[in-house]
């Protein structure tokens, strides 16, 4: 049974166009059925914090286009617990937020911050990590970051570089974090890979209320006296209209930089899940089943002949056939279809971003 003082909170306000033509402005690639199961990554995300959570202590923090749609995929949670950003300010204000509103509910909350448009195929070993991290949070003041082992020399992600020479008292799997590092070249990612104490930031975060509301009042002091003063309307009728007029005066700024590189007791639990943050048609082409010619295919009916290592992403189309292709993209979505070699696909935000005005070279 979950902990009724664990609380989940999902950041679902994200407008990456990465996923073009899949994923539009209108509706993110956390809205959609990204891997061809039946089921959102948003969905998903929920899904695999089922016993950890209970269902009332869900918390999405969107923004206000975005809200109608969480709800139509989440049908459970009380429309409470979708709070409404009036507009983008990074990961910092959404966490100040949203934390303040948990504190007025139960100020003896253990929250776990996940992102809504990851992956975890081992869903199990997940969730003993995020359990093990929550009764950690639970006795101590520390923030606990999760670090995924890395498996390649990945140049996407940020790193964590952990002090591996002694664990925590409390939990041997813990290590406090000796650095940050912001996303490195090829060069410098080979060098985290051959040492044993680097990590990719997952961005999933771990800490008792008491103990993120503190960090914020120290480290943030302008952030936290926005929210802090509006406590008597959190659950109120006029939260929303408040949250509208004080929200857009706080810095645009992660919590990265905010809390997590000036805090003294931050920790890293280091992890392998089976995790990715899908941040690329590439890297869903890794973590989807590939046939033996390295094709992933999602679609009803996709057929291959002499193609080989290409991503093939076409469920609204009831035939699909794919001839004489090596290392390309082949993705439709309500009428758009995008052939793109897979090493361009950084070319593909520009596709999007007018994708109205999209002429033939």
Same mark, same amino acid.
């Given at each position: ?45 929920? /899904?695999? *914090? ?5 269902? +009332?202590?869900?918390?999405?923090? $969107?923004? %206000?286009? @975005? ?105 041997? /799997?813990? *290590? ?5 590092? +912001?996303?490195?070249?090829?060069? $410098?990612? %080979?060098? @985290? ?120 992403? $076409? ?47």
């Amino acid at each position: 049974m979950a902990d009724k003082n664990n609380h989940l909170v999902i950041m679902a306000g994200g407008v990456g166009s990465r996923f073009w033509p899949m994923s539009t402005p209108e509706k993110p690639k956390q809205f959609i059925d990204v891997l061809g199961c039946g089921k959102t990554l948003l969905q998903l995300t929920v /899904e695999r *914090f089922e016993g950890i959570c209970p269902p +009332e202590n869900i918390w999405i923090v $969107t923004s %206000e286009a @975005y809200a109608r749609i969480v709800q139509e995929q989440l049908p459970n949670i009380s429309h409470e617990n979708i709070l409404k950003e009036p507009c983008r300010r990074n990961t910092a204000p959404c966490i100040a937020y949203v934390s303040w509103r948990i504190k007025v509910k139960n100020p003896h909350a253990n929250i776990v911050v996940s992102p809504s448009d990851h992956i975890v195929m081992n869903v199990k070993e997940f969730q003993r990590v995020v359990s093990s991290a929550l009764a950690f949070t639970d006795e101590t003041d520390a923030i606990v970051t999760l670090g995924m082992k890395p498996t390649r020399p990945e140049t996407g992600y940020g790193y964590i570089q952990a002090d591996l020479t002694a664990s925590s008292a409390r939990n041997k /799997e813990i *290590f406090r974090v000796d650095s940050f590092k +912001e996303k490195p070249d090829l060069a $410098t990612a %080979e060098k @985290y890979l051959k040492k044993n104490n680097y990590y990719w930031n997952a961005g999933i975060f771990v800490w008792n209320v008491n103990t993120i509301v503190n960090a914020l009042r120290v480290y943030q002091p302008v952030m936290s006296d926005i929210f802090e003063s509006l406590q008597p309307y959190y659950g109120t009728p006029e939260e929303q209209q408040k949250i509208d007029e004080q929200f857009p005066l706080c810095e645009n700024i992660s919590v990265d930089y905010a809390i997590l590189e000036k805090a003294e007791e931050i920790f890293v639990f280091p992890a392998s899940f089976g995790w990715s943050d899908l941040g690329t048609w590439g890297s869903l082409q890794e973590n989807s089943k590939r046939d033996v010619y390295g094709n992933a295919c999602i679609g009803p009916d996709v057929r291959t002949i002499e193609t080989r290592n290409c991503m093939i992403h $076409t469920r609204g189309l009831k035939k699909v056939v794919v001839q004489g292709l090596d290392g390309y993209i082949v993705a439709e979505n309500d009428g758009t279809l995008l052939i793109c070699k897979l090493a361009e696909e950084q070319r593909i935000k520009l596709f999007s971003e007018y994708d109205a005005e999209i002429t033939r070279v």
